[in-house]
T-cell receptor, first 116, second 110 residues
Framework: GAVVSQHPSWVICKSGTSVKIECRSLDFQATTMFWYRQFPKQSLMLMATSNEGSKATYEQGVEKDKFLINHASLTLSTLTVTSAHPEDSSFYIC????????????FGSGTRLTVV | LAKTTQPISMDSYEGQEVNITCSHNNIATNDYITWYQQFPSQGPRFIIQGYKTKVTNEVASLFIPADRKSSTLSLPRVSLSDTAVYYCLVGDWNNNDMRFGAGTRLTVKP
């Protein structure tokens, strides 16, 4: 089935640095990908919708200059957390529509970001 | 976008059937209902999807009444490994609008 590969699985960075998270659709093309963040014991919160070849659409309250999204190809979307702070520590997850439409959306395995 | 309401948590025992109901009163004509399972520190995993009546696959069944204002995920004979959070999502694939509700935290006890 359709697989979305997300890397890295976990990352620790220092405050003020930037971190890039990659999301790849391995055996299908994804013109749209979604980025979520999830805090402990909470649900997934949609951050932005990534569109291949165009600007991402951010949800209200999400700083687009802090969370840079690039969807330069049909199989790769990246999320860069710029000037990270401890409050950005969270679990970040990407997803893409499963190509047949019969199996919902396919999610990456998530990235645990810890900012120290 | 149809808002969904689920119980926050449920407890069950191994071997029992578990039914989790999701309310979506303002579901639109083109909306499908999809359920996901999420384990800690993992991305959600697709369980089942339906539009109306009943859908069954190897892991679950989905019951949708005629008015489609609710749906029930049925997990037969749960095991400890079914302890997870279950999310009900309602939406139109063309709109690509994937917002999660609070989900139901299922705990299966021995």
């Amino acid at each position: 089935g359709a697989v979305v590969s997300q890397h890295p699985s976990w990352v620790i960075c220092k405050s003020g640095t930037s971190v890039k998270i990659e999301c790849r659709s391995l055996d299908f093309q994804a013109t749209t990908m979604f980025w979520y963040r999830q805090f402990p014991k909470q649900s997934l919160m949609l951050m932005a919708t990534s569109n291949e070849g165009s600007k991402a659409t951010y949800e209200q309250g999400v700083e687009k200059d802090k969370f840079l999204i690039n969807h330069a190809s049909l199989t790769l979307s990246t999320l860069t957390v710029t000037s990270a702070h401890p409050e950005d520590s969270s679990f970040y997850i990407c997803s893409a529509p499963e190509p047949t439409g019969r199996y919902g959306y396919t999610f990456g395995s998530g990235t645990r970001l810890t900012v120290v | 976008l149809a808002k969904t309401t689920q119980p926050i948590s449920m407890d069950s025992y191994e071997g029992q059937e578990v039914n989790i109901t999701c309310s979506h009163n303002n579901i639109a004509t083109n909306d499908y209902i999809t359920w996901y399972q999420q384990f800690p520190s993992q991305g959600p995993r697709f369980i089942i999807q339906g539009y109306k009546t009943k859908v069954t696959n190897e892991v679950a069944s989905l019951f949708i009444p005629a008015d489609r204002k609710s749906s029930t995920l049925s997990l037969p004979r749960v095991s400890l490994s079914d302890t997870a959070v279950y999310y009900c999502l309602v939406g139109d694939w063309n709109n690509n609008d994937m917002r999660f509700g609070a989900g139901t935290r299922l705990t299966v006890k021995p």
